[in-house]
């Protein structure tokens, strides 16, 4: 089936911990609260990669998780949207250039690979708002609407 | 059983599951924006479920290393096909079931027990071992669950003498008991209310699934557009098993109260069958708030012994003391 306007509509969203501090996450499901509701766009935190579409990543990627985490975007059946959530996944943030840390996950993944950053420690939902949107901006991109 | 028949029956049964499925879809938005109202998010649109299926046809469907290819297939199918083949056989609001006199109560039962074997064996297949956990939870509480609505069928029908559901839904069951028979037919109606979450897979009874503990159980390996059969599956057993306890409890009809007139058609009025539509599709509504939603949002997920012990031991002995209540008042 052709990728259409409705895929945006119903983003199913699966949240990977790949060393984080838990801040990113608690604001994760702050969005999800009757303050934001993130449901009303068709988003849906999900269990599964397989289910899902869009993938969150939070926290730089620990060397324990660096191999879990390539396997969960392995596992993510196409088109997907890889997300990173906060200063840490985006840069390392305050764990640069440390010794336990293999990331951040744009070092990991093939060059080219199109990665939407949601920067802040913690993100505020607002801006993961901000971020589904970039998102929306990517698949655009994809169907070939930018035109 | 003339020629102009079947090709009437033929027709309505090509039709039907397109009606069953937009149904299905129709009720799980209502569901999702009910839940979310009463938690005070304003929630998705009702056409959110439609399109959440039109994605998941649209995305890339994996198999599995570990799967076995055919039952991993087929699991979603079947799981769809029972419950769209079970529509035909039960009454929808004014019209009797399409295939009336080749299939009654039994056959529905066997039918709604279909989905959850497909969907235990769909996930033993899949080779994960979150879906085996998962499937051997469905397994489980589809034996709890069976034998309060078995117990609760059985009732009903003793007291129409007939398992033929077109007989049953002809004269509501409340108007043949006495006060202890609907004392006993309260109870039991309570012990179907119980099942509904349980043969829904909804939230006391989702073990099976459970997002938070096993990452989606059954499921957990289903992507794509076998993904999104199942959802559909999800949806059309709503419909069928809201139209069950439609026919077995609740069977009236606006136009056994009042008598339409206007114009006529093969000798029924038209605006009493449209009213009756309505009426039978709020019920339906009523039925699926009162099971699913309210519940849904009131209570969280039991542990699957204790799901279990629910089933074998309150609610049995509650369909049973319902079932001596009715059968004494038939005796004295």
């Given at each position: 089936?052709?990728?259409?306007?409705?895929?945006?509509?119903?983003?199913?969203?699966?949240?990977?911990?790949?060393?984080?501090?838990?801040?990113?996450?608690?604001?994760?499901?702050?969005?999800?609260?009757?303050?934001?509701?993130?449901?009303?766009?068709?988003?849906?935190?999900?269990?599964?990669?397989?289910?899902?579409?869009?993938?969150?990543?939070?926290?730089?990627?620990?060397?324990?998780?660096?191999?879990?985490?390539?396997?969960?975007?392995?596992?993510?059946?196409?088109?997907?949207?890889?997300?990173?959530?906060?200063?840490?996944?985006?840069?390392?943030?305050?764990?640069?250039?440390?010794?336990?840390?293999?990331?951040?996950?744009?070092?990991?993944?093939?060059?080219?690979?199109?990665?939407?950053?949601?920067?802040?420690?913690?993100?505020?939902?607002?801006?993961?708002?901000?971020?589904?949107?970039?998102?929306?901006?990517?698949?655009?991109?994809?169907?070939?609407?930018?035109? | 059983?003339?020629?102009?028949?079947?090709?009437?029956?033929?027709?309505?049964?090509?039709?039907?599951?397109?009606?069953?499925?937009?149904?299905?879809?129709?009720?799980?938005?209502?569901?999702?924006?009910?839940?979310?109202?009463?938690?005070?998010?304003?929630?998705?649109?009702?056409?959110?479920?439609?399109?959440?299926?039109?994605?998941?046809?649209?995305?890339?469907?994996?198999?599995?290393?570990?799967?076995?290819?055919?039952?991993?297939?087929?699991?979603?199918?079947?799981?769809?096909?029972?419950?769209?083949?079970?529509?035909?056989?039960?009454?929808?609001?004014?019209?009797?079931?399409?295939?009336?006199?080749?299939?009654?109560?039994?056959?529905?039962?066997?039918?709604?027990?279909?989905?959850?074997?497909?969907?235990?064996?769909?996930?033993?297949?899949?080779?994960?071992?979150?879906?085996?956990?998962?499937?051997?939870?469905?397994?489980?509480?589809?034996?709890?669950?069976?034998?309060?609505?078995?117990?609760?069928?059985?009732?009903?029908?003793?007291?129409?003498?007939?398992?033929?559901?077109?007989?049953?839904?002809?004269?509501?069951v409340?108007?043949?008991?006495?006060?202890?028979?609907?004392?006993?037919l309260?109870?039991?109606a309570?012990?179907l209310?119980?099942?509904?979450?349980?043969?829904?897979?909804?939230?006391?009874?989702?073990?099976?699934?459970?997002?938070?503990?096993?990452?989606?159980?059954?499921?957990?390996?289903?992507?794509?557009?076998?993904?999104?059969?199942?959802?559909?599956?999800?949806?059309?057993?709503?419909?069928?098993?809201?139209?069950?306890l439609i026919?077995l409890l609740f069977p009236?009809?606006?136009?056994?109260?009042?008598?339409?007139?206007?114009?006529?058609?093969?000798?029924?009025?038209?605006?009493?069958?449209?009213?009756?539509?309505?009426?039978?599709?709020?019920?339906?509504?009523?039925?699926?708030?009162?099971?699913?939603?309210?519940?849904?949002?009131?209570?969280?997920?039991?542990?699957?012994?204790?799901?279990?012990?629910?089933?074998?031991?309150?609610?049995?002995?509650?369909?049973?003391?319902?079932?001596?209540?009715?059968?004494?008042?038939?005796?004295?």
């Open positions: 089936m052709k990728l259409t306007k409705t895929f945006d509509k119903a983003l199913w969203v699966f949240h990977v911990n790949s060393g984080s501090c838990n801040g990113c996450d608690i604001e994760i499901v702050a969005a999800l609260t009757p303050r934001y509701d993130v449901e009303r766009f068709g988003i849906k935190l999900v269990g599964s990669p397989r289910h899902a579409d869009v993938l969150l990543f939070t926290g730089p990627v620990t060397r324990k998780m660096k191999e879990r985490v390539l396997r969960v975007i392995d596992q993510t059946p196409e088109p997907k949207v890889v997300m990173v959530v906060g200063n840490c996944g985006s840069t390392t943030g305050v764990f640069y250039d440390s010794y336990a840390i293999d990331g951040p996950i744009d070092t990991l993944l093939p060059p080219g690979t199109h990665i939407v950053y949601v920067t802040g420690c913690p993100v505020r939902p607002e801006n993961l708002i901000n971020g589904v949107k970039e998102a929306w901006l990517y698949l655009e991109k994809l169907r070939g609407d930018d035109k | 059983m003339n020629f102009e028949e079947w090709t009437l029956r033929l027709l309505v049964i090509l039709v039907l599951p397109f009606i069953g499925i937009f149904l299905g879809l129709a009720y799980k938005g209502f569901d999702r924006k009910i839940s979310a109202m009463m938690q005070s998010r304003i929630g998705p649109p009702l056409r959110q479920p439609f399109r959440d299926v039109k994605k998941l046809f649209m995305k890339e469907n994996i198999i599995p290393d570990h799967a076995v290819a055919w039952v991993f297939h087929g699991a979603p199918l079947f799981a769809l096909i029972a419950p769209l083949v079970a529509l035909a056989y039960l009454p929808l609001g004014p019209f009797e079931p399409v295939m009336e006199g080749y299939g009654d109560l039994i056959l529905i039962l066997y039918l709604l027990a279909i989905p959850a074997v497909a969907m235990a064996m769909g996930g033993l297949a899949s080779g994960s071992p979150y879906a085996t956990v998962g499937a051997q939870r469905e397994l489980v509480l589809m034996m709890s669950y069976e034998f309060p609505l078995a117990i609760a069928a059985v009732t009903i029908a003793w007291k129409y003498e007939s398992f033929s559901l077109a007989a049953i839904s002809q004269t509501p409340w108007s043949m008991v006495g006060p202890m028979g609907a004392l006993g309260l109870l039991i309570l012990g209310f119980a099942v509904l979450p349980g043969e829904l897979s909804k939230v006391p009874f989702d073990q099976a699934e459970a997002e938070t503990e096993l990452g989606g159980g059954l499921f957990v390996e289903y992507s794509g557009r076998n993904l999104g059969v199942f959802y559909l599956a999800e949806a059309v057993k709503m419909v069928v098993v809201g139209a069950l026919a009236h009809n606006i136009s056994q109260w009042y008598s339409f007139g206007g114009p006529e058609l093969l000798g029924v009025s038209v605006l009493g069958t449209v009213a009756d539509v309505l009426f039978f599709l709020f019920k339906l509504l009523i039925i699926i708030y009162a099971g699913v939603s309210l519940v849904r949002v009131a209570l969280a997920r039991f542990q699957i012994d204790k799901a279990s012990y629910f089933y074998w031991v309150p609610m049995t002995l509650l369909g049973l003391l319902g079932t001596v209540l009715v059968v004494m008042e038939g005796v004295i």
